[in-house]
Each structure stands twice: as structure tokens, then as C-alpha cells.
């Protein structure tokens, strides 16, 4: 089933309001295997998020263009766009998009890599203290 949303009236549209529609298409997108689509859109929101205003935005898209890359078997990009977004200066909550991370890692065969994330996260979260 194809998914489409109408835009009526999107040139009317704050750059907040496409931009997470777009990111949302994107997330959407990927969900129902669309991934030509979920790039689009995730670019898209990414371009529309460079304003220092919605930086949370463009993290979370950074990081779903990875995830989208992720569902794709392309490890190798999809752990650059995850790192890229969590080299974002900026405050928002990492753990989720650590541990998404962290999968890729598991599965691009980089176990010790995975594990100290793994370990960073959960010492962030107050789980663990992290070995010294």
C-alpha cells in the first residue's frame, strides 16, 4: 500500500511545520520499506532543519537517514550518518540513537565498538558505573 499525504497549501507552511512533516514522511517511509522515499523526505528535513532553531530536528533526522541506510544493509553509511548526528553540539537526549548505534555496530561484525557504547549509555543512564 502506498502511503501519500496531501501538501495542499505547504507553500504556507513555517519551516518548522515541513520540516517535521518531512521528517515524519521519512520516518513513515522507512517503516513501509519506501526507502527511496524515506531519503527524500529525511534530506529534506535535514536541509529544512539547518537553522540553529530546530537543531533537535536536524539531529533526528541526521540520525534517521542512518537508520534508514541501517534497514538498507549499508552499515558503513549508516554508522556515519549516526555518528554525524551524534557529533551535533547540541542538547538532546542520545540514548535511543546510541543504542541504534550500537545495533549497527553489532551487526557491521564491530562487537567491542558496540560494547563500549553499550557501556557509555548505560553508565549515562545511572545503570552502570563504566569501568575505569
Not at 519506501?34 to 539547518?50: G, H
Request: hydrophobic content about 45%; glycine content about 6%; overall charge neutral.
Amino acid at each position: 500500500m502506498r502511503y501519500t499525504a496531501s501538501r495542499q497549501g505547504a507553500h504556507l507552511w513555517s519551516p518548522l511545520r515541513k520540516c517535521a512533516c518531512s521528517s515524519i514522511g521519512g520516518a513513515l517511509s522507512a517503516h513501509l520499506k519506501e526507502p527511496e522515499q524515506a531519503r527524500r523526505d529525511l534530506a529534506e528535513a535535514a536541509s529544512l532543519a539547518n537553522g540553529s532553531d530546530m537543531a533537535a530536528l536536524r539531529f533526528m533526522a541526521v540520525h534517521n537517514q542512518g537508520h534508514v541506510e541501517y534497514l538498507l544493509g549499508n552499515f558503513p553509511i549508516a554508522l556515519t550518518l549516526m555518528e554525524r548526528a551524534d557529533s551535533m553540539d547540541i542538547e538532546v537526549d542520545r540514548a535511543i540513537s546510541r543504542l541504534n548505534r550500537a545495533r549497527v555496530m553489532l551487526e557491521a561484525g564491530l562487537v567491542d565498538e558496540a560494547r563500549d557504547l553499550l557501556l557509555t549509555v548505560m553508565a549515562q543512564t545511572g545503570q552502570i558505573r563504566k569501568p575505569a
